[in-house]
């Protein structure tokens, strides 16, 4: 099974619509990290945890919010979806120590009509 | 603001012959360097990672860092038609917290 899971993997949805993608993690890492990946630009940061009761927003946090459910979930929202919100978006997460590598999960490739 | 460059590519070696992917930072108080690689429609998942000046080897890949000139290399010798991905150079100033990624360079091998 995959240690860093995201849902859905795939999502077609329309301006001013709410979406919901959901991260969840098996590792035991209390570090949670939101990116979305455009052509070219590589990943940019959207919003970041290290721990239950900890969120920073990240360079583009503006149009999106998280929810850090549990240690092992990390959710984030469009309240209000626009096009160029289109992307892959991809959920990591790190442990505190140790090799300093973030973990990525598979991805979610949101379409705004 | 904290810039990652690299040129986007994509860079076409044949096989057998070495890979040198190339990313400049501008933030001098950058510590950590990693290299991710992207297979198409994949997540990321590092390669290499390195801390000092100089060079680190792992098997085929290395990653060579001169943090005066602010820039940080991967060589991939003996390159194979699976090292055709896109590589992404990221750093971080405190350990690999918080990764600021460059937008990738498309390499392709071919035989």
């Known amino acids: 099974d995959a240690d860093v899971t995201q849902t859905p993997r795939n999502r077609i949805t329309k301006t001013g619509k709410r979406i919901m993608l959901e991260c969840s993690q098996t590792?035991?890492?209390?570090?949670m990290y939101w990116y979305r990946q455009d052509p070219g630009l590589g990943l940019r940061l959207i919003y970041y945890s290290f721990d239950v009761k900890d969120i920073n927003k990240g360079e583009i946090s503006d149009g999106y919010s998280v929810s850090r459910q549990a240690q092992a979930k990390f959710s984030l929202s469009l309240e209000s979806a626009i096009p160029n919100q289109t992307a892959l978006y991809f959920c990591a997460t790190r442990a505190p120590s140790g090799k300093n590598e973030q973990f990525f999960g598979p991805g979610t490739r949101l379409t705004v009509l | 603001q904290k810039e990652v460059e690299q040129n986007s590519g994509p860079l076409s070696v044949p096989e057998g012959a070495i890979a040198s992917l190339n990313c400049t930072y501008s933030?001098?108080?950058?510590?950590?360097f990693f290299w991710y690689r992207q297979y198409s429609g994949k997540s990321p998942e590092l390669i290499m990672f390195i801390y000092s000046n100089g060079d680190k080897e792992d098997g085929r890949f290395t990653a060579q860092l001169n943090k005066a000139s602010q820039y940080v290399s991967l060589l991939i010798r003996d390159s194979q038609p699976s090292d055709s991905a896109t590589y992404l150079c990221?750093?971080?100033?405190?350990?690999?917290?918080?990764?600021?990624f460059g937008g990738g360079t498309r390499l392709m091998v071919k035989t």
């Open positions: 990221a750093v971080s100033e405190n350990a690999g917290n918080m990764l600021t």
């Open positions: 590792k035991g890492h209390d570090r």
């Open positions: 933030d001098r108080g950058s510590q950590s």
